[in-house]
């Protein structure tokens, strides 16, 4: 049951704004339930007690997996396409795939893993991390996956703030030309994790790796000699699903907490409604697992709808910026859905490698993740989609667990940088400064009215964070950290963060976090992070740092590099500033704090738009900004 027409999308847009008992009650019958919710919704924005399908009990690997073994055992669910484009495809059919979960499963029940714990991974993008996400979900323990391009640091924070006890990872993950070290950075990271009792390493580089004896345990064997009968554990619609880790405005980012229920409602619904997959039909996401997208629109979404989905473990300019157009033609996908980022970056190559594909079985286009520039759609639309793939431009966040903003493929009409309507259950609310809602065409503070199915229902081991970031700023309403504007027609367009995040490539990343990590630099004083605009990664990461005078220096040069590597050792490669710029000082209001605002201005070049700057302590800091501006 879905939406086919543009009326029909009005229809249920008001429905389930009048009438969400009724229109959620009947949208979960679309999902297996081992019994029958009594309550669809209840709590509010003011209450925070926020619950879908109260009583409602369920396994999500259920509706992934076993009910498509009636009728689509043999098809395949996942083809994986590895880094090396010469390594041949790993097709792998729905029965397989519920075989090789439920072995997993059992390894992990066999290694004391029950109901509730929670289980870290950190891997690179190969089946057998799939497979492990499902298997977490299978006996009801809670997954927190970790992109593998995070620190040993950043782990192990994230080890331990969840008190996961148990570790998956790997000997390492091709990524390119160069490998990523995983089993390495786990050993780094573990050291700081007293409660991890194991440590599952799947082999997939076949690199020497210590193994500590007890502790660590190669994966595949188990695997093989498990049992491939594991019983999905009863969930109740409101138990943690999982838990993954979003930057916040403080330097420790936020554990956002999805449930079973609402989750999987959500995550299938929108699936099903934006994409409008067909029988046949091969989607692609070029997320990673260790991020939202992949949780939503690789693990979930299209196993919940009994997909066929490509899962690529690569990077898009291995060996050539042709990578995405060669397995688009390879395996004719039809549904494609990437991040700005990789178009702005790949466009920059020019057409020789698109225009050296079959690029005709692509139907649908869908972008993620960041604003999509005027320039960047049309290219997408008119080189990838050959002018006749509607695009989809999916508005969500970790928070909100899957897609809330977005046209609907081939129903609703698509509007280049507009990401359009809110999907039906979405109710956005414009507000201005002081939370008064805007009305029409407008632009303001994009904020929420009403809890959806697919909302995190709060921060891992800290509610009162939850309410702060997310509830305070207007009360009774969700604010998303987002400015956006609305055309006449009700389309929204994002105009980017709002806060003190920054969106590198799509991905949000805390000035608090970076500037923690460089202050951890001996000769380091001071620092402000802002972000400026790039053109291919969206934001850039400026920074602005003090010396301490007392002590000697390096070369500008060599101390640029230590302190770019440091943040990179110390939060992830993706965290490396993009420009450091030395100063005598920061702009700073007479009550001690600085101005980002005008930071924000120079790193972006805007000298001509500073405001006032008479309020400052330090006025004369800012020429000497501008001045040394790189
Ligand atoms: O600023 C918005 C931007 O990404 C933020 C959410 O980031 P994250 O939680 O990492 O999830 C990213 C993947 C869903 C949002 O607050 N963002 C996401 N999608 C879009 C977007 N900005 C503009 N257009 C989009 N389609």
């Not at 704004?17 to 979960?28: I, L, Q, S, V």
């Not at 009215?449 to 939850?466: D, F, L, Q, S």
């Not at 000082?585 to 738009?609: C, E, H, Q, W, Y």
Request: charge should be negative; proline fraction near 5%; charged fraction near 25%.
């Amino acid at each position: 049951m879905r939406i086919k027409t543009a009326a029909q999308y009005e229809e249920w847009y008001k429905n389930a704004k009048e009438n969400p008992e009724d229109f959620w009650g009947e949208m979960a019958q679309n999902f297996s339930w081992r019994r029958r919710w009594e309550k669809v919704q209840e709590g509010d924005f003011n209450s925070l007690d926020i619950k879908w399908f109260q009583a409602g009990q369920l396994n999500i690997t259920e509706n992934c997996l076993d009910r498509h073994l009636k009728d689509k055992a043999d098809q395949v669910a996942v083809i994986f396409e590895a880094n090396d484009p010469n390594e041949p495809a790993r097709n792998i059919t729905y029965k397989e795939l519920f075989e090789k979960v439920c072995k997993m499963a059992n390894v992990l029940k066999n290694h004391g893993v029950q109901k509730g714990d929670r289980v870290c991974l950190y891997m690179g993008m190969i089946p057998e991390l799939l497979i492990s996400v499902l298997a977490c979900a299978r006996i009801g323990a809670v997954h927190s996956v970790v992109f593998g391009g995070f620190s040993n640091q950043s782990l192990a924070m994230r080890i331990n703030d969840c008190g996961a006890k148990l570790l998956i990872t790997c000997d390492g993950s091709p990524r390119g030309k160069k490998q990523v070290l995983l089993k390495d950075i786990a050993d780094s990271a573990l050291k700081d994790c007293p409660n991890v009792e194991n440590v599952l390493v799947f082999k997939r580089i076949e690199i020497e790796v210590a193994m500590k004896e007890g502790r660590d345990h190669w994966a595949n064997p188990l695997i093989d000699e498990a049992s491939s009968e594991c019983a999905p554990e009863i969930m109740d619609a409101e138990d943690p699903l999982f838990i993954l880790y979003s930057s916040g405005s403080t330097g420790k980012p936020k554990g956002l907490m999805h449930t079973c229920g609402g989750y999987m409602v959500w995550a299938g619904f929108t699936f099903n409604n934006v994409f409008q997959m067909e029988k046949d039909d091969i989607f692609w996401c070029t997320a990673d697992i260790g991020w939202i997208t992949g949780h939503s629109y690789i693990a979930y979404g299209p196993l919940l709808n009994g997909a066929t989905q490509v899962m690529f473990e690569g990077i898009p300019t291995y060996p050539d910026p042709g990578r995405f157009w060669k397995v688009i033609d390879k395996y004719k996908v039809t549904h494609f859905y990437t991040a700005p980022t990789a178009i702005r970056h790949l466009e920059g190559f020019g057409l020789e490698y698109v225009n050296k594909r079959d690029l005709s079985s692509l139907k649908v286009l869908g972008s993620v993740g960041e604003p999509i520039n005027e320039e960047a759609w049309n290219w997408y639309s008119k080189h990838i989609g050959n002018g006749k793939c509607p695009i989809v431009d999916t508005w969500w966040q970790t928070e909100t667990g899957g897609i809330m903003i977005s046209a609907l493929a081939g129903v609703t009409k698509d509007k280049a940088t507009y990401t359009t309507k809110p999907l039906p259950g979405v109710i956005m609310s414009l507000v201005d400064h002081e939370g008064k809602e805007l009305e029409g065409e407008n632009e303001g503070n994009l904020c929420i009215k009403k809890p959806w199915p697919g909302i995190a229902r709060t921060i891992w081991g800290n509610p009162e964070r939850y309410k702060e970031t997310y509830f305070s700023t207007y009360p009774g309403l969700y604010f998303t950290g987002d400015g956006a504007k609305r055309d006449s027609e009700g389309n929204f367009r994002i105009t980017g963060r709002v806060d003190d995040l920054i969106n590198v490539s799509g991905h949000l990343l805390g000035t608090a976090e970076i500037e923690d990590a460089l202050n951890q630099h001996k000769e380091v004083v001071e620092s402000a992070v802002v972000g400026y605009p790039h053109n291919i990664k969206g934001s850039g990461i400026y920074a602005y740092v003090i010396l301490d005078q007392n002590q000697e220096h390096e070369n500008p040069e060599d101390l640029n590099k230590e302190l770019s590597n440091m943040v990179g050792t110390i939060l992830g490669p993706i965290c490396k500033p993009d420009k450091i710029q030395i100063v005598p000082a920061l702009p700073k209001t007479r009550s001690g704090k600085i101005m980002r605002r005008i930071l924000r201005k120079v790193a972006s070049n805007k000298f001509d738009d500073l405001g006032d700057t008479s309020t400052l302590l330090n006025p004369e800091v800012v020429d000497e900004l501008i001045k040394h501006k790189i």
